[in-house]
């Protein structure tokens, strides 16, 4: 039988023992508590760094511009063996609603690069790339986009969008020298079909280029205002696959879709805005003046 000392020595290393398991659950706690801290305390960094990092790249990066191109729109109308052109600006811009529009004198003066020499004679040069580069010098803007097509193609999208109401100024006939007739339209309003839109476009004897930018400017608008409807924005990836494979464009069916997506906010109404080309000319050559270059660069800077 133990001795009362031996006794209390037992009881001593037992309640010692059981000291030392609770001393060492409570570290095993207080370490647990230390590490859920210590992660939450590094998760609320992280989330702070997180945050601040997001809000610097919303305040730094740049936002993502509308679609709004300045297309150069080239006609070539091969009727007889001399070419004729027909040159025309044309701006999206999706902020203001608006589709301005300038039908530009092929025989107009520019330089491009080292040449000097009218639109037409660029292009004839260089193509396309050259007269936009003629087109952006002059006026100080910039070309996103290029379309040059035919006659014949524009006269098929025209069929496409049906006639075109639009008011003929006055009596208009024109033949070429084999006596084929250009032009014959009476003065008017009335709905032009695609051939007598392409009457109108071949008529060569407007008193000036100023006339002549002016009278097809118009045109220009009453064809843009005819095609601002959501039946055409429908239509839009269906006439694009129509024409481009007898076009020459950079115009881009992501361009289309674009363009498609923001194309609401030119139909219901009348888009178009025609800027006038006003200037002077002299042996042979047309010279746009300060007014035009002016009108030019606000529409399509």
């Not at 679609?67 to 070539?76: A, G, K, S, T, Y």
């Not at 930018?213 to 843009?224: F, P, T, V, Y």
């Given at each position: 039988m133990p001795t009362q000392p031996q006794k209390h020595h037992a009881d001593y290393v037992q309640k010692r023992r059981r000291g030392l398991k609770i001393t060492k659950r409570?570290?095993?706690?207080?370490?647990?508590?230390?590490?859920?801290?210590?992660?939450?305390?590094?998760?609320?960094?992280?989330?702070?760094?997180?945050?601040?990092?997001?809000?610097?790249?919303?305040?730094?990066?740049?936002?993502a511009e509308p679609?709004?191109?300045?297309?150069?729109?080239?006609?070539?109308d091969d009727v007889d063996d001399a070419a004729r052109y027909?040159?025309?600006?044309?701006?999206?811009?999706?902020?203001?609603?608006?589709?301005?529009?300038?039908?530009?004198?092929?025989?107009?003066?520019?330089?491009?690069?080292?040449?000097?020499?009218?639109?037409?004679?660029?292009?004839?040069?260089?193509?396309?790339q050259q007269a936009k580069l003629a087109v952006e010098t002059t006026f100080s803007i910039a070309i996103d986009r290029y379309f040059c097509c035919s006659f014949s193609t524009l006269e098929s999208l025209l069929d496409e969008l049906g006639a075109v109401e639009f008011t003929v100024p006055?009596?208009?006939?024109?033949r070429n020298e084999d006596g084929t007739v250009l032009c014959d339209l009476t003065a008017g309003e009335q709905s032009l079909n695609s051939q007598q839109v392409l009457q109108f476009l071949r008529y060569a004897g407007w008193s000036?280029?100023?006339?002549?930018?002016?009278?097809?400017?118009?045109?220009?608008?009453?064809?843009?205002n005819h095609s601002a409807t959501a039946a055409v924005q429908q239509q839009m990836a269906g006439l694009y696959e129509q024409i481009v494979n007898s076009a020459q464009t950079d115009v881009s069916l992501v361009d289309l879709n674009r363009l498609s997506g923001q194309y609401g906010?030119?139909?219901?109404?009348?888009?178009?805005?025609?800027?006038?080309?006003t200037g002077s000319a002299a042996d042979g050559k047309f010279t746009p003046d300060d007014t035009a270059k002016t009108a030019v660069l606000e529409q399509f800077k």
């Open positions: 409570l570290i095993i706690l207080v370490w647990l508590l230390l590490l859920v801290l210590l992660g939450l305390g590094a998760w609320a960094v992280v989330a702070q760094i997180t945050a601040i990092d997001q809000n610097n790249q919303h305040l730094t990066q740049p936002q679609f709004r191109p300045n297309v150069l729109l080239i006609l070539e027909i040159f025309t600006l044309l701006r999206f811009n999706t902020e203001s609603g608006v589709i301005s529009t300038a039908v530009l004198p092929e025989n107009m003066d520019m330089l491009a690069g080292q040449k000097q020499a009218t639109l037409q004679q660029q292009f004839a040069y260089g193509g396309a006055e009596d208009l006939y024109d000036s280029e100023t006339q002549a930018s002016e009278q097809r400017g118009a045109l220009a608008g009453a064809l843009i906010v030119f139909t219901g109404g009348a888009p178009a805005k025609v800027i006038t080309v």
